[in-house]
């Protein structure tokens, strides 16, 4: 919902298996950002989802979707900070941290540029900031209309005790130990909260749970990061590949499951059935550019059409390029804020292959390194982002497509065989400040190449 923990991929297994399942009661002990819960509440059957986690962060969303009225205090300098900033209903406490969390990294981090200038950024625009994570936290509410939630701000071992038979444990405990606190410690410092006491959650935690899951008749599904070792009967039934180093593995007690075989789903398409760029039409200094923000769906449509590639993601945020009114290109983005990164990511940007142009698709890279489009895509996130990467897979040194616009900053050679060679990672070299800018330099340089 907010860092978007649980990855897509694997929250359509779990939903298929809960509509298989059909329970009355899901039992999530490591809420995160409530991403199990929002697929409990789309299965009809489900009556009652229970739910516990320890950090404020969580905590927080559960108060708000639970109608709780949580009790915290702020510091003297968030007073300062955001004149003004409410904190008397559950949704200004959700609100309100989330946004401080997010801003609990910069400032941890004084004297270092970047981080002052997106505290600074952040100071001067709360409001929005504050309205936006608002309407996000009202569409998941909306969610759970009519749906029993009981999120308590609590231990996972204490709300596990009362484990029944046929209930759903979705189970997906941290990965870092009492890392939270150090990620986040000028949030801890600055709100002030009555925290549950928690246990870490170590391997021998986890076996005492699976042993009681076994015991008690509930069925639990086990996400992680990587294959591990397991107790009898609890077989690996999801595996997916998402880098060359990991997976993401699901664990069940449930002897009945089909096994993901973690195959990439086809994309969602949908034609928005715009005229493209076509050979008759020339781009000049006058040309109209509009980056407009689309469904993933309509980018994929043309991704689909024309990027020869086997393994294409659906992730990010999509815009869709038109010149003088034509389809002309996709930018697909994601953020680097779940990194920490200054850096946007492009996960696509193809260009259509029906204009007249040989270099277009090198456009793409001039308009999404320009201050216009940084902006967009820092609206969207709510984290600001410098500048642009990319990673590319090649069977040569360097990109044509990306040489002369991005800068290459690290080649990796690959030693899997039947792989591609390089993995080489490009930043974006200059940011122009306008789409206009982006075009001009684009004519500048490789606009007379033409079919
Ligand atoms: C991996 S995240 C869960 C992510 C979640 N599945 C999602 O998709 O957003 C683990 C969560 O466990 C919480 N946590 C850590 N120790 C805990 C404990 N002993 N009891 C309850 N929650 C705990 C952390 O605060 C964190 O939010």
Redesign the pocket.
């Known amino acids: 919902m907010f860092l978007g ?2 990855p897509h991929i694997i929250s359509q297994f779990v939903l298929r298996e809960l509509r298989n399942l059909k329970p009355e009661v899901v039992r999530v ?8 819960e929002t697929l409990a509440a789309q299965v009809p059957e489900v009556k009652r989802i229970i739910c ?4 404020l962060y ?1 905590s927080a969303i559960g108060w708000y979707l639970t109608d709780t009225h949580g009790q915290i205090t702020i510091s003297e300098e968030i007073k300062n900070d955001y004149p003004g900033m409410k904190i008397e209903t559950p949704e200004d406490i959700a609100a309100m941290v989330i946004f401080l969390q997010d801003l609990s990294v910069h400032y941890s981090k004084p004297g270092i540029t970047y981080y002052e200038r997106m505290l600074a950024h952040a100071k001067a625009n709360w409001p929005a900031y504050i309205e936006k994570i608002r309407e996000k936290l009202r569409k998941c509410k909306a969610e759970f209309q009519g749906k029993k939630i009981d999120f308590r701000s609590q ?3 204490v709300m596990l005790r009362e484990v029944e038979k046929g209930d759903v444990v979705l189970y ?4 870092i130990f009492h890392g ?1 606190e150090k990620l986040y410690k000028w949030l801890h410092q600055n709100v002030g909260w009555s925290a549950p006491y ?2 870490d ?1 170590v391997e021998e935690t986890r076996w005492d749970h699976f042993k009681m899951f076994d015991e008690r008749g509930a069925v639990c599904y086990y996400r992680n990061n990587n294959p591990c070792a397991m107790p009898e009967g609890w077989p690996l039934v999801y595996r997916y590949k998402h880098t060359e180093k990991s997976e993401y593995c699901i664990y069940t007690n449930n002897r009945n499951v089909k096994p993901w075989v973690g195959k990439r789903e086809k994309l969602r398409t949908k034609d928005p059935g715009l005229k493209l760029l076509g050979v008759g039409d020339e781009i000049t200094a006058e040309s109209k550019v509009q980056v407009v923000q689309v469904k993933n769906q309509y980018a994929n449509h043309y991704r689909v059409l024309w990027v020869k590639k086997a393994d294409m993601v659906d992730i990010g945020k999509a815009w869709l390029v038109l010149i003088d009114g034509k389809m002309t290109g996709v930018l697909m983005i994601s953020s680097g804020q779940q990194f920490s990164n200054e850096f946007a990511m492009l996960v696509s940007d193809p260009a259509t292959p029906t204009s007249r142009y040989k270099r277009l698709s090198k456009l793409m890279l001039f308009l999404v390194s320009t201050q216009e489009m940084l902006n967009m895509v820092n609206d969207e996130f709510l984290w600001e982002h410098t500048g642009v990467t990319t990673s590319v897979t090649s069977e040569h040194p360097e990109s044509m497509k990306y040489r002369g616009v991005f800068q290459l900053h690290k080649r990796t050679e690959n030693k899997v065989p039947g792989g591609y060679k390089y993995t080489l990672i490009y930043h974006s070299q200059e940011i122009l400040p306008t789409f206009k800018d982006g075009l001009k330099r684009w004519l500048d340089k490789f606009g007379n190449q033409v079919k």
């Open positions: 923990t649980t002990p490591f809420s995160g950002n409530f991403i199990f516990t986690d320890v950090s969580s231990d996972a071992n997906d405990p941290p990965t939270y928690y246990s959650i």
